[in-house]
């Protein structure tokens, strides 16, 4: 059963690399979350929007299927 109360207010948060700074479609990405999770949320909806959580192994195969080239935009 998923944790639907993890604190993030010490994470770290990233934007994408993808991301061009002109308020379009960003993403960022907490890599220091604790509880073993990967925190996603939208940077227009931030700090204060939603917050998507997906276990660091599940994020680990969707990065890797993502550079492997399965998953084409």
Known sequence: MANTETDLQLTR???SSYSNGSGGECVEVAANAPGGIVPVRD???APTGPVLTFPATQWAHFIEA???GY???
């Open 43 to 45: 940077t227009k909806s």
């Open 66 to 68: 993502l550079h492997n």
């Open 13 to 15: 948060w990233r934007k």
């Open 71 to 73: 998953m084409n935009a």
